[in-house]
């Protein structure tokens, strides 16, 4: 238990009628799932509420890492609209979500034909594979 329960706990006896507040914080990571295919990897990862523009995708030294800091308003009014509303605003939460996450890529995959598309809160990505390296047989010569 908490201080801050301990608080909302006194208050719950001395005014039973206020209203109920829970205050509480998650963290998570975007979901992704990855798809292989002869050609192919395929990564799709959910990104509710952003855009491409919110998200940052590099490739270094076969290590893809995907990032983002987002900052979301509550819904916008003017002040007109305030006057003229039915209620008050008790809480407008505001939020902002940052994440990064990275994945070694496998040795078969070709970085420079990475592409990458974001809809509908989704982004997916295509990293396309390259053919496996036939063996090479090695002279010997005599020293």
Known sequence: MNELSLFNN?????????????FTRTT???????????DSYDMYMDLP???????????DHNVL?????HTENAEKKNDKDDKNSEGK?????RRM?????SFTLPDDVDGSKISATFKNGI??????RTSAPAPK?????AA
């Open 49 to 59: 509420g952003m855009d491409e523009h919110d998200v940052n995708v590099e490739l």
């Open 97 to 101: 979500m940052s994440f990064s996450r």
């Open 28 to 38: 998570s990571l975007p979901k992704v799932d990855v798809k292989e295919t002869k």
């Open 123 to 128: 982004l997916a990505l295509t990293m396309p």
């Open 89 to 93: 605003y008790l809480i407008r939460e």
């Open 137 to 141: 047989k090695i002279a010997i010569t």
């Open 10 to 22: 006194f208050f719950d006896d001395v005014l039973p009628a206020m209203p109920d507040f829970t």
């Open 65 to 69: 890492k995907i990032s983002s800091v």
